[in-house]
């Protein structure tokens, strides 16, 4: 079972207008997801940088009902849902100023491993695919990890290699 504080983060980001950095000046501002949800509207237009159209979203139900959807579908497919300000992201991602507030992972992370990001385009072009095939081909029998968004283009290829590769 979930922490309260899980279900009032997804409900949160799920806000629009509210990304990881306005996430976590929020939660930075209140002590937690749970908090900023119940905050009066008078007091969360006080808060620089959150506007009226933020205000207004903050607290509706159907963000709520959202995140106990997502929840369950975590908790059934034995995802695990890491938040950044309860200090539960990888010690390296942490260290980003825009770090994602909520990480969904699935499985376990070896921090021993040496991470390696693969970021690109969505419309990779022939030579990026080549390349990251012959890259991770090359990395199998390596200590890594590697990292994607799982986007379509260059993420995907980076992780569908990856999985190709036998590489984590």
């Given at each position: 079972?979930?922490?309260?504080?899980?279900?009032?983060?997804?409900?949160?980001?799920?806000?629009?207008?509210?990304?990881?950095?306005?996430?976590?000046?929020?939660?930075?501002i209140?002590?937690?997801?749970k908090?900023?949800?119940?905050?009066?509207?008078?007091?969360?237009?006080?808060?620089?940088?959150?506007?009226?159209?933020?205000?207004?979203?903050?607290?509706?139900?159907?963000?709520?009902?959202?995140?106990?959807?997502?929840?369950?579908?975590?908790?059934?497919?034995?995802i695990?849902?890491?938040?950044?300000?309860?200090?539960?992201?990888?010690?390296?991602?942490?260290?980003?100023?825009?770090?994602?507030?909520?990480?969904?992972?699935?499985?376990?992370?070896?921090?021993?491993l040496?991470?390696?990001?693969?970021?690109?385009?969505?419309?990779?072009?022939?030579?990026?695919?080549?390349?990251?095939?012959?890259?991770?081909?090359?990395?199998?029998?390596?200590?890594v990890?590697?990292?994607?968004?799982?986007?379509?283009?260059?993420?995907?290829?980076?992780?569908t290699?990856?999985?190709?590769?036998?590489?984590?």
């Amino acid at each position: 079972m979930l922490h309260e504080e899980h279900l009032y983060s997804i409900a949160l980001r799920a806000t629009p207008l509210i990304g990881d950095v306005n996430f976590m000046r929020l939660v930075e501002i209140t002590g937690s997801a749970k908090e900023t949800w119940h905050l009066s509207k008078k007091l969360l237009k006080e808060i620089p940088g959150i506007g009226s159209k933020i205000t207004k979203e903050i607290g509706n139900e159907k963000y709520l009902k959202f995140a106990e959807k997502e929840i369950d579908f975590c908790e059934k497919n034995n995802i695990k849902i890491n938040l950044r300000h309860l200090k539960e992201l990888p010690k390296l991602l942490s260290n980003c100023d825009d770090a994602p507030a909520i990480l969904y992972q699935k499985g376990s992370l070896d921090e021993s491993l040496t991470p390696i990001s693969i970021v690109g385009t969505r419309n990779m072009t022939s030579y990026s695919k080549h390349f990251i095939e012959e890259f991770l081909e090359k990395k199998k029998k390596k200590k890594v990890l590697i990292v994607s968004g799982l986007a379509l283009g260059t993420d995907g290829c980076a992780h569908t290699e990856a999985l190709k590769n036998q590489l984590k």
